[in-house]
């Protein structure tokens, strides 16, 4: 109850939290959240845009970005990727990947090979549990790390009230 009086405003209007974009034939489409929007130097990276355009690449099965704390540019980018069956795939050659179709500051600063994301019974992906542990993750890694090849094992709006 106490969150939908703070969703809802006094006129009516229900701030869902979600991203919308409206198309040349006036349909709107969901392009994400904003709780999920990452501010890296200044710039709104929007993980959604990231994801999609990484499914993109044929060795990818599933990925999340999310962004981890950073001193100099306020939160940097990692990309958590699970692969498909048999794929391989480098943390450069991500990189390399993103920073050939998207702009520079879109470009990972981490990229985390995993198995599976951590997920509610019902299958949603918990991207608070997924930052928490990026964020550990991030805290053990010291300097530079060499590329690593991964390769994959069998794997077991706006609403009117």
């Not at 990231?50 to 001193?71: N, S």
């Not at 198995?115 to 991207?127: D, E, H, L, R, V």
């Amino acid at each position: 109850p106490e969150e939908t009086r703070r969703a809802v405003d006094k006129d009516g209007w229900l701030h869902s939290g979600d991203l919308a974009a409206v198309d040349e034939d006036g349909y709107y489409r969901i392009t994400g959240r904003i709780k999920d929007m990452i501010i890296r130097g200044g710039e709104n990276i929007y993980p959604k845009e990231i994801e999609e355009f990484l499914y993109t690449h044929p060795a990818v099965r599933d990925v999340q970005v999310i962004g981890v704390p950073d001193e100099e540019y306020g939160e940097e980018l990692m990309a958590c990727v699970i692969l498909k069956k048999g794929a391989a795939l480098t943390e450069d050659e991500v990189r390399d990947y993103v920073g050939a179709h998207l702009a520079r500051h879109k470009i990972p600063k981490y990229v985390r090979f995993m198995k599976a994301f951590p997920a509610t019974a019902s299958g949603k992906i918990q991207k608070y549990k997924l930052r928490e542990q990026a964020v550990k993750w991030c805290s053990r890694q010291s300097g530079p790390r060499a590329p690593k090849r991964v390769k994959t094992a069998k794997r077991p709006a706006l609403m009117r009230n």
